[in-house]
């Protein structure tokens, strides 16, 4: 299946890129991360647990085990906060 992803913040800096289109050959949310944590480097430390992020498909917030459906569009971004 094609996923569209989407990196905001830290996470777009970090990588150096605002968005890809991935092959994604797993079912879940957290199958992405651990596929995208698996590059290494800043991917795994950023992406590592215990690090703060959240994960929307198609712009609603969802927890890792959520299902991915083709041609979603999954956004990863730190969590935002303010008054």
Do not use: H, S
């Not at 968005?19 to 795994?44: S, V």
């Not at 917030?61 to 935002?80: G, K, M, N, R, T």
């Amino acid at each position: 299946m094609k996923l569209r992803v989407l990196y905001f913040a830290r996470l777009r800096e970090r990588f150096g890129m605002a968005e890809e289109t991935l092959d994604f050959a797993g079912a879940t949310a957290a199958e992405l991360i651990a596929q995208l944590q698996a590059r290494g480097g800043m991917w795994a430390e950023e992406l590592a647990a215990g690090r703060a992020f959240r994960v929307a498909v198609n712009q609603d917030i969802v927890a890792l085990d959520a299902a991915l459906p083709d041609q979603a569009e999954v956004a990863i971004f730190p969590p935002v906060t303010g008054g």
